[in-house]
Each structure stands twice: as C-alpha cells, then as structure tokens.
C-alpha cells in the first residue's frame, strides 16, 4: 500500500495536505519514523479520500497494520532489554559496596619472577605471628625457597615480601611462576596457614562506573575475584 510519503503523492490520497514540505518538494518527516498512531491517520485519510471505482484491499490493510505492530512490539521489547541490562549493570556495580569486609580470593597463589630476578608479593595474616615460614615453589610443586617468619612476629594483616629469586641451595632461578603459601604458628600457639592472592576487601573504589576492590595495596576488578567468603 502506498503511504503516499513522497512529494508526488496526488490529491486523490489527500496526504500531501496533512504534512510538511521542504521547497524541494521532498516531505519532510520531523521526527523521521512512523509510528502506529501516524500510520492510523494515513490509513483513515486514505480510506477518505480512495476512488470508490478502486477501493483499498482489505487483506493488504490488515497485513500492513500487522506488521508495524509486530515491528512496534519488537522495539519496545529491545527497549526494554536496553534498560533491564543497564539497570542490572548498575545493581551489580553499587552490589560490589556490600563486599568490603569480606575475604575474597584470586583463584591463584601464583606470583611472577620477572627477568630482572625480582619478585614483589603480599601475604594476608589474619591472626597475629608467632613464628612460621614462607614457602616458595616451583610449578612442579616442589619448595625451591623457605623463608622463615621470625622478623614479622607480632605483625598481623597485609604484610609486603620481596624474593630475591634465588633457591634454598643458592641457584638463580628462572623467570616465571612460582606458588606461595604461608604455615604459622599465631600469637595464641594455634597452627594457621595461608596464601598469596587470598585478602580481605579493604575499600571499593570506581573507575569509569566499574567497581575496582582493594585488596592488599592493590585495586583489582571484580571479575578477577574468583571467590568472595
């Protein structure tokens, strides 16, 4: 069916009365689309204005209408998923404020030898030390470095380390990845283990609407958080 849009549109469909022209003759659409509601006023003012020798199939009035229903029900429901995926993104983002306090967990003790043979790492102590040691693996598992804990008795939370690379038997070890865990005896004589990548959620801190969670001296992204307790 013909909308009748277009500057040659006759005076027997009666549109051309009803809308804007540009000195071009072209119609002009102010608000560029087609709603259901204009569609309605072009159908009545067609049916007004048809040749009663020639009227309008029926069968194409309904088709048509149809389809500019179906087309309207599919852009409100893409709407409305457009606004629940921003609301349920903005639920989860402030949802990242009810973490602070809790444990959360990278997933992994691994901590990275760089090729200038350094390596800076924290360990969470969650009760005060006693005495313990600092154990350094390879991938293999095997413990290539033990450091003991006594110049940190008394000290509990977040405490900074700095490995040298080098081995219990004085071997300058390979870049790479290296596992660390801690076995500690506490202030109260209790036996206490823990890990490198596992700290208390200190503060939130957003960055461009992304929630960032300190953890030790760092901020990391939630998704990197594979476990929160």
């Keep these: ?65 149809s389809q500019l229903a179906t087309l309207e029900s599919a852009n409100n ?19 990242a404020l009810a973490a602070i306090g809790k444990m959360a967990s990278l997933g992994s003790n691994n901590v990275t030898l760089s090729k200038s043979g350094i390596s800076k790492f924290e360990v969470y102590f969650k009760n005060k030390i006693q005495t313990g040691t600092l154990n350094i693996a390879d991938k293999q598992g095997n413990t290539i470095r033990t450091v003991s804990l006594d110049a940190q008795a008394g ?26 865990t801690a076995n500690y005896t506490d202030s109260s004589g209790n036996a206490q283990k823990t890990q490198f990548g596992v700290y208390p959620i200190e503060s939130v801190r957003y960055t461009n609407g992304k929630p960032l969670m300190k953890l030790g001296s760092s901020y990391v992204p939630m998704a990197s958080i594979s476990e929160f307790y």
Excluded: C, H, R
């Design 77 to 95: 429901t893409n709407k409305a998923m457009t606004d629940l995926v921003s609301k349920l993104n903005n639920s989860t983002n402030m949802g």
């Design 1 to 65: 069916m013909a909308t009748g849009i277009t500057s040659n549109t006759t005076n027997q469909t009666g549109i051309t009365s009803s809308l804007n022209s540009t000195k071009s003759g072209t119609v002009k659409n102010p608000k560029g689309t087609l709603g259901k509601d204009a569609f309605l006023k072009l159908l009545l003012t067609e049916l007004k204005y048809q040749d009663p020798t020639s009227p309008m199939d029926t069968a194409k009035i309904l088709t048509q209408t």
């Design 155 to 180: 000290k509990n939370g977040v405490l900074a380390f700095q490995w040298d690379g080098v081995s219990d038997n004085g071997n300058k070890m390979k870049a790479g990845s290296y596992s660390v």
